[in-house]
């Protein structure tokens, strides 16, 4: 597989099925020993733990999508930036719903191998997404 | 300038101004019109003394942080480097007053490389977990 062909792949399982919502057909992009190092903790291991992840995220954010800012790849990894958009409607990891719209960073690493994602890595700015929910101090004030 | 030549230059621009601690050779890396977009930043961080001011603010902090690579890629102007910081917290962060504690915190950084200097950066570290390892934040659970 080219690398033009894994930023294809990764970017069809962003747009196709996290942005919709269709998370078990997404599971066609992943191999069976796909390992996911961004999950939080109590999530199954393998591509399930994402389909559970994200499905409580829709949940808690019904219009929730990702906007592709970036993508940088070589060799066996793509990497892409990307802003999260979501109104919190939904008790999300034990936190209470506020109404609130976020929009927040996030960078991505996956490793593919024959045309399937192996593995994931994410940076997220969990800080900033729960600032502007209301959920979490903002800098400076304690 | 070449792929490896714009990875050899993020690599050597970590080990120069976080491992080292030597703030003063910013300049060597980072271009005059440099933006930065930090998360944990309110705004973006523009130019060469602005940039010295953010990192140094880190490595007051963090005197002995050290940075590991996780990995280095690199594809057109953009290098991306996925890090691993470790430091103890000595010094003041914004106004959280030193905990001594120890603290390692995944990030994660995009440049776009013009001429061999960094003219735009993308970085989101795990400022969260940092919060959390420093106590300021309740961890989850």
């Known amino acids: ?142 | 300038m070449s792929l490896e030549e714009n990875k050899a230059h993020v690599r050597r621009a970590f080990e120069e101004l976080i491992n080292r601690q030597n703030v003063a050779a910013a300049d060597q890396f980072v271009a005059p019109d440099y933006v930065g977009h930090f998360s944990g930043a309110p705004e973006p961080v523009r130019g060469v003394e602005a940039f010295k001011q953010f990192i140094a603010m880190y490595s007051t902090a963090f005197p002995d942080s050290q940075v590991s690579f996780e990995s280095v890629i690199a594809e057109g102007d953009r290098v991306v480097a996925r890090l691993t910081y470790r430091g103890t917290h000595k010094g003041p962060l914004m106004n959280i007053p030193p905990t001594g504690k120890p603290i390692e915190v995944m990030a994660t950084n995009i440049f776009r490389i013009v001429n061999g200097k960094a003219v735009e950066q993308w970085a989101i570290t795990d400022d969260l977990g940092l919060m959390q390892q420093l106590g300021v934040i309740p961890a989850p659970g």
């Open chain 1, 1 to 142: 597989m080219s690398v033009e062909q894994n930023k294809q792949i990764v970017r069809r399982f962003v747009q196709e099925h996290l942005n919709t919502g269709k998370l078990a057909e997404g599971a066609q992009y992943f191999a069976p020993d796909f390992v996911e190092h961004a999950a939080p903790p109590g999530m199954p291991p393998g591509y399930e733990g994402v389909k559970v992840f994200f499905t409580m995220l829709r949940n808690a954010f019904p219009d929730f999508h990702y906007e592709l800012d970036d993508t940088v790849a070589e060799s066996d990894l793509v990497v892409q930036r990307t802003t999260g958009h979501g109104t919190m409607k939904g008790e999300f990891l034990g936190m209470p719903p506020t109404g609130k719209h976020a929009a927040w960073s996030e960078i991505h690493t996956a490793r593919l191998k024959d045309g399937k994602i192996v593995e994931h890595w994410a940076s997220v700015d969990q800080l900033g997404m729960l600032q502007q929910l209301g959920l979490a101090p903002m800098p400076g004030g304690r």
